[in-house]
T-cell receptor, first 114, second 114 residues
């Protein structure tokens, strides 16, 4: 299994531009999570899905952030418009029976908004 | 709500020293517990987990953790650290029912010096 696949690995964009981060979970996993990690705030859960349905998006910082999971093998996190304070590493993670196996994380997308 | 406390923000050890990282959680019900490691520039990886049985669990790379229910603790230990153990370590807890996501601590940064 290739694990959780995120793209791109690095993204540099100008303030005001739209940014789309992509995630392919492990096949068969029924949970998908989006996290943001910064030095100041640590690891933050933004949103998570169960069977493609968003369960809790209370961690999404603002309306500029949106996430979708159109099918079991793909999810996107979109920021529109982007701001410098959105600069962070964004991780996607997936899980099956999270209480037993925990999460498998992707390699992350390092976003820099200039 | 559940919460996880990691007492040490940054620990500096010399090679061959013994390691113990503290983790306490607050939740009155049955929980499962995890330790994740994040090497510099990488994603979180599962180090070990506990959900039942022997409260002393062994993980990869010589790490172990002990679940003490009466103290709501799940401390991580390693008898002799190596320079390659330099990383950030995250403790996480989840309700045994699995219907809420993992709650992560803020992490402890370990620096091992030669």
């Amino acid at each position: 299994d290739a694990g959780v696949i995120q793209s791109p690995r690095h993204e540099v964009t100008e303030m005001g531009q739209e940014v789309t981060l992509r995630c392919k979970p492990i096949s068969g996993h029924d949970y998908l999570f989006w996290y943001r990690q910064t030095m100041m705030r640590g690891l933050e859960l933004l949103i998570y899905f169960n069977n493609n349905v968003p369960i809790d998006d209370s961690g999404m910082p603002e309306d500029r952030f949106s996430a979708k999971m159109p099918n079991a093998s793909f999810s996107t996190l979109k920021i529109q418009p982007s701001e410098p304070r959105d600069s962070a590493v964004y991780f996607c993670a997936s899980s099956l029976r999270q209480e037993l196996y925990g999460y498998t994380f992707g390699s992350g997308t390092r976003l820099t908004v200039v | 709500a559940q919460s996880v406390s990691q007492h040490n923000h940054h620990v500096i050890l010399s090679e061959a020293a013994s390691l113990e990282l503290g983790c306490n959680y607050s939740y009155g019900g049955t929980v499962n517990l995890f330790w994740y490691v994040q090497y510099p520039g990488q994603h979180l990886q599962l180090l070990l987990k506990y959900f039942s049985g022997d409260p002393l669990v062994k993980g990869i790379k010589g790490f172990e953790a002990e679940f003490i229910k009466s103290k709501f603790s799940f401390n991580l230990r390693k008898p002799s650290v190596q320079w390659s153990d330099t990383a950030e370590y995250f403790c996480a807890v989840i309700r045994n029912s699995g219907n809420t996501p993992l709650v992560f601590g803020k992490g402890t940064r370990l620096s091992v010096i030669a």
